[in-house]
Structure formats: structure tokens, C-alpha cells
């Protein structure tokens, strides 16, 4: 085999191009997307998720109508404002209340997370609905942090007179949804949240039962189920990636909460602690419009499944929207033998991509983040399978960069 030395020569210098297009590649690493929501995730706070239910449930029942109602309106604007948002709009007859966390590249499409902030009058309906109110807080707390950017836009709505019969959820629906694509974001998918801390099983348990977990729902029965299903597992995976302690399940039976007005235009799935229909509507939950929904029934541990809550949702968020921080990164390179890559930073002035041939298949001006750009038309087919130069202008110093990045 006369020829297997330069067989072997061949190879090996393939092999060796190529593992320097791979550290090409890696100079800005795949992950980085993920790495991004995974610290949005890890800056999330359980004292300051029960604070926040604690600030609704000491205003009362906030029944729709009341004065608890009204000074729970109140508190939510202030909060968000404290929060550093300055664009709160208080929505409908109903005033909903909800602020925009605007997406850099389509600030025009928006996924929507809500809760309903009325309760029944009976307690301090501190699961039914603070709990999920208390999510939306968090949630809107971490995305104030203006050097997270999201690709799409991120609206937080907190409901009125969800137990009058969805009345503000309705009234949003029919105000807005005709207007989607011009005075209104395009609604790209509905996450509702209405009560998530009590997973004691059927019949309840003193305490938290071993199956604990999280139920995300759709309804089959809607013209939207194929894109709510997607979304609900969308959720699963973002329930595994960053939830801490406990899993999710999807169910097919999507009722009695804000979502139901959406299920019919577009992705729309509601978390909460149980099935509203099999569980809830069976007993499984005792502090349920009753004298116990009261901020001090719950347990550490029934605290630490809203707090699951939280994480899947707002990582699952992270990934939906398209999250990246606009902080100036450094990436060390490991590899000793190879010359350093100066430092990417995430938004290019400019970006041009080429075919391995040399010629253009897409290119953008103006400030972008240049990984969701390559995404977005990796996503769209726009770039098959191969091997692509990127051409790149960063913003941070001007300088001009180019690497190979492969589709698979
Ligand atoms: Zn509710």
C-alpha cells in the first residue's frame, strides 16, 4: 500500500484546515444565545417574586369595581415605572395595564405574558391571581435591564376583571386584534399565568405531593391548536433547560382564563399550578376563591413552584424573543498555537455574507446584531447547508472581520 502515506498526508491536512475552521467558528460561540438567557434566568429573584405578590395580596381581594381594585391599578403602574419603564398604558374600560418592552430588530411583532391582577373578595387572592401577577413583575424586572436587547418585543399585561368573565382579556382582543401589523405589534404568541403555587395533588395533601409539577395548556378545540401546541412545547423545553426543581406537563384543555379570548388568532397556552379542569375544577386546590388564598397559607415549597414558573417561563421568553446582550463581550481563545482573534463585540455596523466561492448571498447596513441576522436566515432557508464567509464591520471600533461560519 505504496500510497497510504500520502493518503494519510491528505487526510491529515484536511483534518487540520478544518480544525481551523472550526476555531474560526468558535471565535463567537453558538451557545452564546443561551448563555444569554441563562443568565437572565439566574438574575431572577425569589424574594423579589414574593414580594411582589405581597404587595398585591395586602391591598385585598382587588375585586373589579372596588377600591382594592383601584389602588391595585395604582401599585402596578408604580411598580413598572419603578422598574424604569416609561411607557405603561392603561388599556380598555377595563384599564388593563401592561408596558412594552420593545424588541431591537422587530419591535413591530411581540410575544405577550400576563396575568390577571382582580380577584375574588373573599382573601387576598394571593395565588388567584398575584401569583401570576408576581411572575409578570419578575419577568418584567429582569427585561428592564437596558443592555438586554430581544429581537422581537416583550409586552406584559396584567388583566382586569379576568373573574367577571375575561372581560379585560376580551376587550383587548376585540380593540386590538384588527389592528395587528399597524397600530398594533403583531401578537407572535400568549403566555397567560393564573394561579401557580399549589400542586398538592387530588384530593390535596397537606403538603406538596411527590408528582408536583407544572401544567402548561392549550385548547385542542381552537383554530390556533397546531401554533398553541408548538408554544406549549416550546415551554417543556424551556421548563427543562431553566426550570430548577420541577417539570412541566401540556394538557389539552385551556379554560377559564385570559387566553381563552386568543386561542382562536393566535399561539395561546396558560400555566398554572393544575389542569383547570381536571384538578382545580375538582377540588385540588382549597385556597380557590375561598378564605385561604392568603399570602401566609403558602409554603416554601409552594413558593418554590411559582418560582419554577417564572424560570420556564422567562427562559422559555429569552429564547421565543430572541435575547442578547448588548454588553461588550470577550471571548478568550484557548487554542495557544494560533494567532488571537481580535474581539468580536455583538452588533456589526455592517454584515456581508458570502458563499465559499466569494459571491454575496445577503448583506445588511446598519447597526444589527449580526448572530440573529445569520440566524434569521439560516431559519429562513436564505443560506442551505455549507459553508458561509462573514463579513462583518463591528460597532465597538470600526474594525472589519471575516469567518466562516457553517450552516448544518
Ligand atoms: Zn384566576
Not at 377600591?67 to 391599578?73: G, L
Not at 373578595?121 to 398575584?130: H, K
Not at 442578547?324 to 488571537?340: A, F
Not at 454575496?360 to 443560506?383: D, F, M, P, T
Amino acid at each position: 500500500m505504496a500510497s497510504k502515506p500520502t493518503l494519510f498526508l491528505i487526510l491529515n491536512r484536511i483534518v487540520f484546515i478544518l480544525s481551523l475552521l472550526t476555531f474560526t467558528a468558535a471565535a463567537y460561540p453558538p451557545e452564546y444565545d443561551s448563555l444569554v438567557a441563562r443568565a437572565v434566568v439566574d438574575s431572577l429573584d425569589i424574594d423579589q417574586f414574593k414580594a411582589f405578590d405581597k404587595g398585591l395580596a395586602d391591598l385585598g381581594g382587588r375585586e373589579y369595581g372596588t377600591q382594592s381594585n383601584s389602588q391595585a391599578r395604582q401599585w402596578l403602574q408604580n411598580k413598572l415605572e419603578d422598574l424604569g419603564y416609561n411607557n405603561i398604558e392603561l388599556q380598555s374600560n377595563y384599564q388593563n395595564v401592561y408596558c412594552t418592552k420593545l424588541g431591537s430588530i422587530s419591535p413591530d411583532s411581540m410575544y405577550i405574558v400576563s396575568a390577571h391582577y382582580d380577584g375574588m373578595p373573599v382573601a387576598e387572592a394571593a395565588n388567584d391571581d398575584a401569583s401570576g401577577c408576581a411572575l409578570v413583575l419578575e419577568g418584567a424586572r429582569v427585561f428592564a435591564n437596558p443592555l438586554i436587547k430581544t429581537h422581537y418585543s416583550i409586552r406584559f399585561i396584567l388583566w382586569n376583571a379576568e373573574e367577571k368573565g375575561l372581560l379585560g382579556a376580551k376587550a383587548y382582543v376585540d380593540e386590538r386584534e384588527p389592528y395587528q401589523g399597524s397600530a398594533e405589534p403583531v401578537w407572535l404568541g400568549m403566555i397567560q399565568h393564573d394561579m401557580i403555587l399549589y400542586d398538592h395533588g387530588l384530593p390535596p395533601q397537606p403538603t406538596q405531593v411527590a408528582g408536583t409539577d407544572i401544567d402548561v395548556e392549550y385548547q385542542a378545540n381552537s383554530q390556533a391548536a397546531a401554533k398553541s401546541l408548538a408554544l406549549a412545547e416550546e415551554l417543556f423545553d424551556g421548563c427543562e433547560a431553566y426550570a430548577s426543581d420541577y417539570p412541566a406537563d401540556i394538557g389539552t384543555r385551556m379554560s377559564n382564563t385570559d387566553s381563552d379570548p386568543f386561542k382562536n388568532y393566535i399561539a395561546a397556552v396558560s400555566i398554572r399550578e393544575n389542569e383547570r379542569l381536571a384538578e382545580i375544577g375538582q377540588g385540588a386546590d382549597p385556597t380557590w376563591h375561598t378564605q385561604y388564598d392568603e399570602y401566609d397559607y403558602f409554603s416554601d415549597e409552594d413558593w418554590l413552584l411559582g418560582f419554577n414558573c417564572v424560570q420556564m417561563t422567562i427562559g422559555t421568553i429569552c429564547r421565543l424573543a430572541g435575547v442578547y446582550d448588548s454588553t461588550p463581550v470577550s471571548i478568550e481563545i484557548p487554542h495557544t498555537n494560533i494567532q488571537k482573534q481580535p474581539v468580536l463585540s455583538t452588533i456589526a455596523k455592517e454584515i456581508k455574507i458570502f458563499d465559499t466561492l466569494g459571491r454575496k448571498i445577503a448583506e445588511h447596513h446598519g447597526s444589527c446584531n449580526w448572530l440573529q441576522y445569520y440566524k434569521g436566515l439560516k431559519n429562513r432557508k436564505v443560506l442551505p447547508a455549507g459553508l458561509y464567509i462573514i463579513q462583518m464591520i463591528d460597532t465597538k471600533d470600526n474594525s472589519k472581520y471575516r469567518f466562516l461560519q457553517a450552516v448544518n
